[in-house]
């Protein structure tokens, strides 16, 4: 239990040496050859080459133990820029750092292979939509936590097994079915195998793509809590893409609004919903409401 | 800090009323300016206009404050009344930020950051200044299903550093003060009835002892009874020196706790408007003693 005078020291270094656990500015990628014209354009398609940009000009900052939510149309780049900022995709434009990393050394983006892998595989985890994109479905589960590990750098066969039934009792799944395949798993399990995965590194950064979505409302609820537990028992920053606004406000502290490809506004979360100034914004609470 | 700093930069000149709407009348405190303010004043709002750019049907630029300044001392209890549409809670969402200022100032005098004008502060100070020093108190308790009444007001605690057993002896103490069953302190509020969550939403709010209280009509579901309850908890509050600003309907609950009140008036036929549909401007003016 921490004392009184503890707890001062820590709330108010929390506050004075805040720095973003994530800096992104600029970020842009597209699809396409590319020419001068794309550099001051209007839309998402370049009327000169016909390029077609994903996100354009995206910059925000993420920082320790706070939820972000991103909420936007399909085909609005979520997903995209989630997949640039994992080094899944590469950006095309822009500046990603990690101040912590090595005393925030330049652009990541534009990092070497092995450097991203590094840091993808110590500092980041990722929950996909799609169960197929983040798990090995002919690897048994406890074979995919144990993937990541050894990703991380942990060799020992033992360490490994004990971090991954801890896991899998983290997110609640059945102890006897660690070494099963996740194929035979419903959508609800292979999401929270995943979350298990992702969390196997101990990152403090996760990338959560519409972890709820397709699952009924009970399984939805369940995983909802263990992001929940998640952030408050691991401090684990998250970036949080949903199109489900009950989910970002019962998450999100701060939400990010995309369309067609750009960051249209960002604020307190219950400032976006209740006073949602861009047009886009103002129809998408509406829309849900 | 957060990007962009101060949003009413790119906001300049667009709808802004500063100086040019209805004069202020007789404010409790006097509207003053920011260096000859009192020292004692601990909110001091200066021309604070919010009105609502609409484009979902057509254009409407809607008001619902107009120029709109006081102060409010430190220990000080700000009742503020005002017929329907007023702008009341407009003006305590102003004030928490759920609403962002059109324009003007809100200065708080944070015990953390020192003056800090909440009106466009960045959204991270904001955050820290919600979790230590700001509480408000909304019409209706919103909070996240299938969460313990207890966790529910003990979660407030979590970022100030408290353990989670510390936590929730100290919100079984103040649930048991406001009379709420000892069989009900598991139960989610989502169940309760319409009395009980309001005395769970007080909780919320008051067991962080928020050096600036925001309410929102906290009596309104009240019996008489209750009511009691609930005054004694908030003259006790004010005793330990929190600043409270609260909407109240009960003209007797606000004799009985408020040291000054603020009336908030719709003025029709207000000169200068250029906006299209409701056009409404507020005045303020003493309480008839």
């Known amino acids: 239990m921490m004392n009184q005078a503890g707890r001062a ?14 800096a992104v500015s600029g970020l842009g990628k597209r699809y396409g050859p590319g020419c001068p014209a794309c550099l001051d354009l209007q839309g998402q398609r370049c009327p000169q080459c016909g390029s077609l ?19 936007g149309e399909s085909g609005s780049g979520k997903s995209t820029l989630l997949r640039c900022l994992y080094f899944e995709e590469e950006a095309t434009t822009g500046i990603m750092t990690i101040p912590s990393y090595q005393g925030g050394p330049a652009n990541l983006l534009a990092a070497s292979a092995q450097q991203q892998r590094y840091i993808r595989n110590h500092m980041m985890g990722m929950v996909f939509q799609n169960p197929w994109l983040g798990l090995r479905m002919h690897v048994s589960g406890g074979g995919n936590i144990a993937e990541k590990l050894l990703a991380a750098g942990v060799y020992h066969v033992g360490r490994i097994r004990t971090r991954a039934a801890e896991l899998w009792r983290q997110v609640e799944m059945p102890l006897p079915r660690l070494d099963e395949y996740p194929q ?31 699952l009924d409302l009970s399984v ?7 992001v929940r537990q998640i952030q408050r028992e691991l401090g684990v920053a998250m970036l949080l893409v949903s199109h489900d606004l009950a989910v970002i406000r019962m998450l999100a502290d701060r939400t990010m609004v995309m369309h067609q490809g750009r960051l249209v506004e960002q604020g307190l979360t219950d ?13 998408l609470v509406r829309s849900l409401l | 800090m957060g990007r962009g700093g101060c949003y009413k930069d790119r906001q300049a000149g667009s709808h802004c009323y500063e100086g040019m709407g209805i004069p202020v009348t007789a404010l409790p405190g006097g509207s003053k300016g920011r260096d000859k303010k009192e020292e004692e004043a ?46 009341k809670s407009s003006l305590l969402k102003c004030i928490y930020r759920t609403y962002r200022p059109t324009c003007g100032h809100i200065w708080y005098e944070s015990a953390r950051y ?54 929730r002896r100290k919100a079984i103490e103040l649930l048991t003060r406001l009379h709420i069953p000892p069989e009900l302190w598991d139960a989610c509020p989502a169940t309760f009835s319409g009395g009980e969550q309001q005395r769970v939403n007080l909780a919320r709010a008051f067991i962080t002892r928020p050096r600036l209280l925001l309410l929102d009509e906290p009596t309104a579901s009240l019996d008489s009874a209750m009511k009691g309850h609930v005054i004694e908890i908030i003259k006790e509050i004010k005793k330990n020196g929190t600043t409270m600003v609260g909407i109240f309907h009960d003209r007797e609950v606000m004799d009985r706790v408020a040291d ?15 906006a299209e549909g409701r056009a409404a401007g507020r005045e303020a003016a003493p309480w008839p003693q």
């Open chain 1, 9 to 22: 020291i820590a709330a108010v270094s929390a506050i004075n040496e805040e720095q973003p656990l994530l």
């Open chain 1, 53 to 71: 940009w994903a996100c354009y000009d995206i910059s925000f900052d993420l920082y320790p133990g706070e939820i972000l939510g991103l909420v």
């Open chain 1, 184 to 214: 035979n798993f419903s959508g609800g399990m292979q999401q929270r195998v995943q979350i298990a995965k992702a969390l196997a590194n101990k990152p403090p950064l996760l990338l959560l793509d519409e972890v709820t979505t397709g």
């Open chain 1, 220 to 226: 939805q609820a369940r995983v909802l809590d263990l």
């Open chain 1, 271 to 283: 400032q976006v919903l209740e006073d949602p100034e861009h047009p886009y914004t103002q129809l």
């Open chain 2, 42 to 87: 601990i909110l001091s709002l200066e021309s604070v206009t919010k009105s609502f750019h609409l484009t979902l049907t057509r254009t409407i630029e809607l008001y619902a404050l107009r120029d709109l300044s006081f102060t409010v001392g430190r220990g000080e209890f700000l009742g503020i009344t005002g017929p329907s549409g007023a702008g």
């Open chain 2, 114 to 167: 020192g003056s800090v004008d909440l009106a466009c502060a960045p959204e991270r100070q904001i955050i820290h200044l919600r979790a230590g020093e700001i509480g408000y108190v909304s019409q209706f308790l919103k909070v996240i299903p299938r969460v313990a009444a207890v966790d529910v007001v003990a979660e407030r605690l979590i970022p100030g550093g408290y353990s989670w057993p510390e936590a």
């Open chain 2, 260 to 274: 000054n009140v603020l009336e908030l008036n719709i003025v029709k036929g207000c000169s200068g408007s250029k």
